[in-house]
């Protein structure tokens, strides 16, 4: 089993900046990756940004420039810094993380409970 606890959400002006944070323990060995997602009320769950073990990192096209996701492998977190927000940044933010087999087969998510960002002024 894994845990996550995301924290570092909040309210903040157009422009602005936040640092979430998602701070894995229990069986954090098996995690091959972590990602953050996002969800406005109506729409999907979209994919911000994702970092591998390796430190291969994706960001989605519509925050590139103005995210970066990192990890603190002592630590156990992977952070998402966000500048330049935009309103349409609003959104619940999760974090993911994918247990994977030593073989490459992905057999579980774990989801951490979520965290507020709102952009508005």
């Known amino acids: 089993q894994v845990q996550l606890v995301e924290s570092g959400g909040g309210l903040v002006q157009p422009g602005g900046s936040l640092r979430l944070s998602c701070a894995a323990s229990?069986?954090?060995?098996?995690?091959?990756?972590v990602g953050w997602y996002r969800q406005a009320p109506g729409k999907e769950r979209e994919l911000v940004a994702r970092?591998?073990?390796?430190?291969?990192?994706y960001t989605a096209d519509s925050v590139k420039g103005r995210f970066t996701i990192s990890r603190d492998n002592a630590k156990n977190t992977v952070y998402l810094q966000m500048n330049g927000l935009r309103p349409e940044d609003t959104a619940v933010y999760y974090c993911?993380?994918?247990?994977?087999?030593?073989?490459?087969?992905?057999?579980?998510?774990?989801r951490g409970q979520g965290t507020q960002v709102t952009v508005s002024s």
């Open positions: 993911n993380a994918e247990q994977w087999t030593a073989s490459g087969t992905r057999i579980n998510d774990y």
């Open positions: 229990g069986s954090v060995f098996t995690i091959a990756a």
């Open positions: 970092i591998t073990t390796r430190g291969s990192a």
